[in-house]
């Protein structure tokens, strides 16, 4: 009797909407429970409305956006240097990248170097290419590894720089192959971080995109990280110049539904970041035609 005028008493102190969502629970705990459901689908009815539906894949976004004939892997590096050391940086580096460009044994190849011009100064930024996928990047670590010269060379770098980091990437199967053209150029390195669960629309979209893009020859590559830093994407674009820059990006916006591109890539990205690259003060390569972006 105590118990029963405690409940009445509790039951007059709570809302008429907490009554209600009360006496909602309770019927539909009623029903739940009438139904039969089985111990496994008990666990949880209120669970059940928050949960979000994720619609499966068929394959990893690796496979769906990568180009299929070809199993190239690139490698990114960025280097901060130390100010006074840039220009022996960039003096030690190239003649490494030289000998190892000539070995003919060695699977990876230099695509491009570059210096930062507006963005993270005194950077290094290198774009490696290993022709044969992982298979290609263990036997190149493993060459490295046991070569006397290039550990010497890694110990001499380490004395010029501040900080450094990687990415391994795959290339869009829509974005242009990255190949050789004529300098003095600059180049313009994008790098958007991709909000999880988009990489597919953001696909999508610039399939079409890129379409646009193509008058001028500035698209050079894209690229999406495998391993580093994940949900990046990188657009390296090349151009004449500044001038010849703000002029073609100018032309993109006359052409019909590349306002719509921008407006998704907003969508799917927090905010970007934007560097102006010049190719590294050195002579090309001997197999400049093979390999090197250098102007």
């Not at 006397?148 to 199967?173: D, G, V």
Request: proline share 3%; charged share 25%; glycine share 6%.
């Amino acid at each position: 009797m105590i118990c029963k005028m405690a409940a009445a008493k509790w039951s007059l102190k709570i809302s008429k909407s907490q009554q209600l969502l009360l006496c909602r629970y309770r019927l539909g705990s009623a029903i739940y429970s009438s139904r039969g459901c089985s111990s496994e689908s008990k666990k949880g009815w209120l669970q059940s409305l928050f949960v979000h539906k994720v619609d499966p894949r068929k394959d990893a976004h690796s496979n769906l956006l990568s180009k299929k004939e070809s199993s190239n892997l690139y490698k990114i590096q960025f280097h901060n240097v130390k100010p006074e050391c840039l220009q022996e940086y960039n003096s030690l580096s190239a003649e490494v990248q030289s000998r190892l460009h000539s070995d003919q044994d060695y699977p990876c190849e230099i695509v491009g170097s570059w210096n930062t011009w507006y963005g993270e100064q005194d950077q290094a930024v290198h774009l490696w290419r290993y022709s044969g996928g992982y298979p290609a990047l263990t036997k190149s670590l493993n060459m490295l590894r046991d070569n006397k010269e290039y550990t010497e060379f890694r110990k001499e770098r380490s004395k010029m720089l501040i900080s450094r980091r990687n990415q391994l990437l795959l290339e869009f199967s829509f974005w242009n192959e990255p190949l050789p053209r004529a300098g003095p150029n600059i180049y313009e390195l994008r790098t958007y971080r991709l909000k999880p669960g988009t990489m597919i629309e953001w696909g999508n979209n610039w399939a079409r995109a890129i379409q646009q893009r193509q008058e001028n020859e500035e698209a050079v590559g894209g690229f999406f990280s495998q391993i580093g830093d994940l949900y990046l994407v990188h657009h390296l674009w090349a151009y004449k110049d500044l001038q010849s820059r703000a002029e073609t990006r100018n032309s993109a916006w006359l052409k019909a539904g590349w306002d719509e591109n921008v407006y998704y890539t907003g969508n799917d990205t927090d905010a970007p970041s934007l560097s102006i690259l010049s190719d590294c003060d050195r002579k090309p390569f001997h197999s400049l035609s093979q390999s090197a972006f250098l102007g």
